[in-house]
């Protein structure tokens, strides 16, 4: 069976695209592609439709050789029935997440990002958007360090 992702951040164009895309990059490279699927979305609708912000993939062709690819779109109630694991950035999306299902039946399937770090301790991946290029950097390390915890837990279950 398919396992889910799903990778939510505020507006669907920094943080969950990217760390969409890496994953599918770590799952090609371990040959699983048809065993776990991803998608992204953004909690707000400011910027549906649109491509990763350029910022952000300049940064991951900088960082990693990857060209970013995607189209923002918003999380729906239904995501959370839909998906397996639902993968909050910070701690407001993880709010925001929750928000969408008040009786708490998919509160388990919700986890933060970072959760899954094994070398940064950080609980968030901050926002990059009003800042310059060191905070895209860093996001880009984050969450290759947090995709690769993520998919050798998503192995062992
Ligand atoms: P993201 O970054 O949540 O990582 O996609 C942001 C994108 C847009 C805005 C904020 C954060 N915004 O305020 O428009």
């Given amino acids: 069976m398919t396992c889910k992702l799903l990778f ?3 507006g669907n164009i920094c943080r969950s695209p990217t760390a ?11 040959s699983l592609t ?3 699927s991803c998608d992204s979305a953004g909690t707000a609708s400011y910027h549906v439709g649109n491509p990763p912000d350029r910022r952000m993939s300049a940064a991951a062709v900088n960082k990693l050789g990857m060209e970013l690819v995607g189209q923002a779109r918003q999380l729906q109630p239904s995501d959370l029935k839909d998906f397996d ?14 928000a969408l299902d008040p009786t708490g039946k998919y509160r388990d399937k ?7 770090c094994s070398k940064y301790s950080t609980q968030e991946v901050p926002d990059p958007y009003y ?8 996001v ?3 969450l290759f360090d947090a995709c690769s915890g993520l998919l050798a837990s998503v192995k062992k279950s």
């Fill in 110 to 116: 919700v986890h933060l990002m970072c959760e899954y």
């Fill in 20 to 30: 969409e895309n890496i994953m599918n990059h770590l799952i090609e490279q371990a």
């Fill in 131 to 138: 800042g310059g290029t060191e905070g895209f950097n860093y």
């Fill in 34 to 36: 048809g065993s776990i």
């Fill in 140 to 142: 880009i390390d984050l």
């Fill in 8 to 10: 939510v951040c505020l």
């Fill in 85 to 98: 694991l639902i993968l909050a950035m910070d701690k407001a999306n993880y709010q925001d997440i929750l």
